[in-house]
């Protein structure tokens, strides 16, 4: 039979031990806002991989300089490289800034070259979307780990 003393003994060590593995209140509050950073941005990277994706499909379909080559080369590079970079993220790589800063570039670009056709609302849609994620990749980037 087990010696209440021995259990309470032990919850004690379990909870001092615990007291000090935790960071000091300060250390939680940053990690915390890197942790909720880094979730954001894996969204964005995801929902610009999407976005670029379901783009080239709509610029295939409706052809002329939607389908330009240059174009769809810019939309599947920039989800690739969204891909990549939430993936880097979610495995917590070392490279993940260093590929943030990139997907911010990648982003930028197809922004840039998505608002060249604002008549069009799919291409409107992926350059706010591409935008977004871009300014949280910039972020992400910056920030030290």
């Known amino acids: 039979m087990i010696e209440r003393r021995g259990v309470l003994g032990g919850g004690a060590a379990?909870?001092?031990?615990?007291?000090?593995?935790?960071?000091a209140a300060g250390q939680q509050h940053q990690m915390t806002n890197m942790e909720n950073s880094m979730e954001d941005c894996i969204d964005l990277c995801i929902a610009s991989h999407r976005m670029c994706l379901t783009t080239v499909n709509y610029a295939v379909k409706r052809g002329g300089v939607l389908a330009s080559p240059a174009m769809l080369a810019m939309l599947a590079d920039c989800a690739e490289l969204c891909q990549t970079t939430a993936n880097s993220m979610l495995r917590g790589s070392p490279l993940h800034q260093v590929l943030c800063q990139a997907c911010a570039e990648a982003c930028a670009r197809c922004a840039d070259e998505c608002s060249h056709h604002q008549a069009d609302q799919q291409m409107v849609r992926c350059a706010q979307t591409c935008r977004t994620c871009a300014e949280g990749c910039r972020t992400m980037g910056a920030m030290g780990h």
Do not use: D, E, M, Y
């Not at 379990?14 to 960071?23: M, S, V, Y």
């Open 14 to 23: 379990l909870a001092i031990g615990a007291a000090l593995a935790r960071p």
